[in-house]
């Protein structure tokens, strides 16, 4: 899925996917890669039959179940941007989110937008480190806030309000991190480090990071996003540590 995944150009995936399932006809994975370059291009009715053929091929395959899902979905999505239709659930909300947000669709604003509603209605969505919601919202928030997608708002304050939100969300997701960081098993240790380590790096992010992209910013703010990544770094570090040692009783005094 590379061509799709990091490339975000399916039109030009789509003969690789193709070829792919050609060679390995039976490869579940081959099957979801098509189908995702087919939803990417607008082929539903291909993209499902791939998605269906890669259950065939290994009916645990979780890639071409959500597959599946998003493209049944795709179809009611205008709507739901729109505001004629109203998505039946808050977790169905945040799967509209999600293919709003995805690279073919750029809709980052209606992404933060769901996101946002989702949260409001059911608050539990959004510590979910599973899913990574509220991240993505605040990704979908940043990328919004520069301009960047469809219906990107032009005014300054409306980028800075997303803006405020994206670093919220952030800041909310960070102090999840801290208490994985400081946690005596080193499994969430790692797991924390290496979430944390990926903001740094996040294309999505990149225009709240230190760079010129930033200048539209007032110097408080520059600091406020400043003090987040100061924070995420001194994190990463802490997480990187060996826990303590627990806590031990000390041995029976001889009688």
């Known amino acids: 899925m590379i061509c799709i995944t990091r490339a975000h150009n399916c039109a030009a995936a789509l003969p690789f996917a193709e070829k792919a399932v050609e060679l390995a006809p039976e490869d579940a994975r081959a099957f979801e890669t098509l189908g995702r370059a087919r939803m990417g291009v607008g082929n539903l009715t291909g993209a499902v039959a791939a998605f269906e053929k890669a259950r065939r091929l290994d009916p645990k395959h979780a890639g071409a179940q959500k597959g599946l899902v998003q493209v049944r979905l795709l179809g009611r999505l205008p709507a739901v941007v729109a505001g004629t239709a109203r998505p039946a659930t808050p977790a169905e909300t945040l799967r509209f989110a999600e293919l709003c947000g995805l690279p073919y669709q750029k809709r980052y604003l209606a992404a933060a937008q769901l996101s946002e509603k989702a949260f409001a209605a059911a608050p539990k969505l959004a510590v979910d480190l599973v899913t990574a919601a509220r991240y993505t919202a605040a990704c979908s928030a940043a990328r919004a806030a520069s301009g960047d997608g469809v219906g ?3 005014d300054p304050a409306a980028r800075a309000t997303w803006r405020a939100k994206a670093l919220g969300w952030l800041r909310a997701d960070l102090i999840l991190g801290q208490k994985s960081a400081a946690s005596s098993r080193i499994p969430d240790r790692q797991a924390a480090a290496a979430a944390l ?9 990149s225009a709240v990071r230190p760079g010129l992209a930033r200048m539209a910013m007032t110097p408080v703010e520059r600091s406020d996003w400043d003090a987040v990544w100061a924070d995420v770094r001194a994190t990463i570090v802490a997480a990187r ?15």
Do not use: E, I, M
């Not at 380590?197 to 992010?205: I, M, P, S, V």
């Not at 540590?241 to 009688?255: E, G, I, N, V």
């Open 241 to 255: 540590q060996l826990p303590p040692p627990p806590d031990t009783a000390p041995p029976p005094r001889p009688k």
């Open 197 to 205: 380590t990926h903001w740094l790096g996040d294309a999505d992010l």
């Open 152 to 154: 990107a708002p032009s």
